[in-house]
Every structure is written in C-alpha cells, then in structure tokens.
C-alpha cells in the first residue's frame, strides 16, 4: 500500500479539522468474490498479502466545526458538528492507490448527513444512534437507521477496551486495517467519475477490546456473509485529523 506524504496531504488547504473520539473497529475476512460484485465499476478491491479481502464496521464519535460564512465584518462563522456515526467499509485501490470504499456510513445529524451526500457524494444515511456509559468500563453502542427508503439496519454492542497498547508494526494487518488515507465514491450524477477524498492524521494508539454483540443486522443488510464475531476488534480513545475538500479522478472509459 502506498504512504506517499503528496497523497497524505494534497496541495491545497483543509476542509475540516475534526477530532474522532472513541473509535472501535471490527473487522471481518470475507471471501474476495463476496465483495467485488458489490464495488462499483472503477474501483479494485484491496487485499491484504493479495490473498484475504476485509469489510470492517467502524463506530466513533466526531467533533468538527465546520466553515460556513465569511464577511467583512465578521469573522468565520462557524457550524458545530458532533455526532456519532457507524460505518460498513472496505478496502479498495484506484490506479495502484489504497483507500475505503463506505458501503454506508450512518449517523445522527441531519444536516451532517444532507452535507456529506451533498458535497462529498458519500452513502451517508440517518440514524438514531446512542452511546451510552455504563459501569466498571463498559460503553454500549445503540444503532438503527431511519433514513426514507432504506432498511431498518440495527447494531446493538457492548464494549470494554482493555488496558495494554497495541504494538503496530509497519506492514502489519492491523496497520494495513487502520493506515488509510484516501475514501473513494462515485459521483451519483455520472457513475463513470470516482470521487475521492484525503485524510491526515497522527498514528492510531490502538488497545484491544472485549465486546458483546447483541444485534447486527448492518452486513447482511449489504448483501455481504455475517459472520457471529469479528476476526480482530481494535479500540482507539481517538486522533485529530485533517480532511481535505474532495477531489474528481479521470472519468472512466
């Protein structure tokens, strides 16, 4: 997987500074021919030691503040954004480049959710979602989607991160799993234009984590196998990123 520092950080300015808060990632291996017929046309499916394709679904928390007006008499206004958000991805290359394709990324804000169709083409979809804290560690994460015309999706899970740090090794499938600086979409207005957009951020601290899955419905509701368990669960407190304004690639042929 390429790590260039030009594909990290694109020569123009950024977006939105955010910070992702309590991220868990639960990773699942699923048989190649599972997942490309769901991609679409432009995008190749990653595979790790080009053998074992990957589909993670990802809860975290965002905190951002969001540009939204300039004059000359006031500073930027800007839009506070928090919310929680769950997403269904996989893993991806566009001419020789990594990165996430989102089967779909729900969350609890409206207007976030209006936002990230509009302007970044992503499968953003309307949740309830709640994060609630409970004793001696525990988080429990309550999920359903709520969007028109779309399934009733349901994640329901316990959590407890455990207290060692995680030794990621350059190369690694936990770093292959989190080190990913590039998402790719299709413009929903010409299917033959890949949209893609860039993240920066520092390196993940990662900590294992005990979970409990009481309902999950999101991977099968993609047509995708559902496994009971993941094969690796990672919890991370969180990082600071950058986001960059997205980018059109060459249009298809």
Same mark, same amino acid.
């Not at 292959?176 to 993240?199: E, H, Q």
């Given at each position: 997987?390429?790590? %260039?520092?030009?594909?990290r950080?694109?020569?123009?300015?950024?977006?939105?500074q !955010?910070? $992702?808060?309590?991220?868990?990632?639960?990773?699942?291996a699923?048989?190649?021919?599972?997942?490309?017929?769901? #991609?679409? =046309? /432009?995008?190749?499916?990653?595979?790790?030691?080009?053998?074992?394709?990957?589909?993670?679904?990802?809860?975290?928390?965002?905190?951002?503040?969001?540009?939204?007006? @300039?004059?000359?008499?006031?500073?930027?206004w800007?839009?506070?954004?928090?919310?929680?958000?769950?997403?269904?991805?996989? +893993? *991806? @290359?566009?001419?020789? *480049?990594? /990165?996430?394709?989102?089967?779909?990324? =729900?969350?609890? =804000?409206?207007?976030? *959710? &209006?936002?990230?169709?509009?302007?970044?083409? #992503?499968n953003y979809?309307?949740?309830?979602?709640?994060?609630?804290? %409970?004793?001696?560690?525990q988080?429990? &994460?309550?999920?359903?989607?709520?969007?028109?015309?779309?399934?009733?999706?349901?994640?329901? %899970? @316990?959590?407890?991160?455990?207290?060692?740090?995680?030794?990621?090794?350059? /190369?690694?499938?936990?770093? $292959? #799993?989190?080190?990913? &600086?590039?998402? +790719?979409?299709?413009?929903?207005? =010409? @299917?033959?234009?890949?949209?893609?957009?860039?993240?920066?951020?520092?390196? $993940?601290?990662?900590?294992?984590a005990?979970?409990?899955?009481?309902?999950?419905? %999101? #991977?099968?509701?993609?047509?995708?196998?559902?496994?009971? !368990?993941?094969?690796?669960? +990672?919890?991370?407190?969180? *990082?600071?990123?950058?986001? +960059? $304004?997205? !980018?059109?690639?060459?249009?298809?042929?």
């Open positions: 997987m390429k790590h %260039l520092e030009t594909e950080q694109p020569n123009q300015p950024v977006f939105l !955010q910070s $992702w808060q309590n991220v868990l990632f639960l990773n699942y699923i048989q190649p021919e599972e997942i490309r017929p769901l #991609l679409p =046309d /432009g995008l190749e499916l990653d595979l790790y030691n080009d053998s074992s394709a990957w589909v993670s679904i990802v809860p975290f928390q965002l905190k951002s503040k969001l540009p939204f007006l @300039k004059t000359s008499f006031f500073n930027t800007q839009w506070p954004i928090q919310l929680n958000e769950l997403n269904v991805r996989t +893993y *991806v @290359k566009v001419n020789g *480049v990594a /990165g996430i394709y989102f089967f779909s990324l =729900d969350a609890n =804000d409206l207007c976030s *959710v &209006w936002a990230a169709r509009t302007l970044f083409s #992503l979809f309307n949740a309830n979602i709640q994060v609630n804290t %409970l004793g001696q560690g988080t429990e &994460w309550l999920a359903e989607r709520r969007h028109p015309g779309q399934k009733k999706s349901r994640f329901r %899970l @316990k959590m407890k991160p455990g207290l060692a740090k995680i030794s990621v090794n350059e /190369g690694s499938l936990t770093d $292959w #799993l989190t080190s990913r &600086w590039r998402f +790719y979409a299709v413009n929903p207005k =010409d @299917k033959k234009t890949i949209i893609c957009g860039t993240i920066d951020h520092g390196p $993940w601290p990662l900590y294992p005990d979970i409990e899955i009481l309902e999950n419905t %999101l #991977l099968d509701d993609h047509s995708l196998p559902q496994p009971e !368990q993941p094969e690796s669960v +990672y919890f991370s407190p969180g *990082v600071a990123v950058s986001a +960059y $304004w997205r !980018q059109p690639l060459s249009k298809l042929s």
